[in-house]
Nanobody
């Protein structure tokens, strides 16, 4: 498995920006597609964004498209989520995840991901 550690969460006002980082170690990071998920209190974990193992393809849930950008650095073993124009409804714990299998097309389901970080809290005030 890939070990993942997120950082970069915090409290910002609506309209502000945050950049989440995810440091990966363990198995060959560059072989795995990566994703960001979030979970708000009382809600199920939901897909936010994903990037292919090569970094050539990305996918976003509709509510963040145009505001969030996922990227990866396969030399530094890092994944990032740049979040702009933040809204109170973006408040959640954000999780970084690595796909279960290597060299797959972009995944979006929780069950397609086998390795998870501990999460980082993002709170957006109105």
């Amino acid at each position: 498995q890939v070990q993942l550690v997120e950082s970069g969460g915090g409290l910002v006002q609506a309209g502000g920006s945050l950049r989440l980082s995810c440091a990966a170690s363990g198995r060959t990071f560059s072989n795995y597609g990566m994703g960001w998920f979030r979970q708000a209190p009382g809600k199920e974990r939901e897909f936010v964004a994903a990037i292919s193992w090569s970094g050539d393809s990305t996918y976003y849930t509709a509510s963040v498209k145009g505001r969030f950008t996922i990227s990866r650095d396969n030399v530094k073993n890092m994944v990032y989520l740049q979040m702009n124009s933040l809204k109170p409804e973006d408040t959640a714990v954000y999780y970084c995840a690595a796909e279960r299998y290597t060299f797959r097309a972009i995944a979006r389901s929780v069950t397609d991901f086998a390795s998870w970080g501990q999460g980082t809290q993002v709170t957006i005030s109105a």
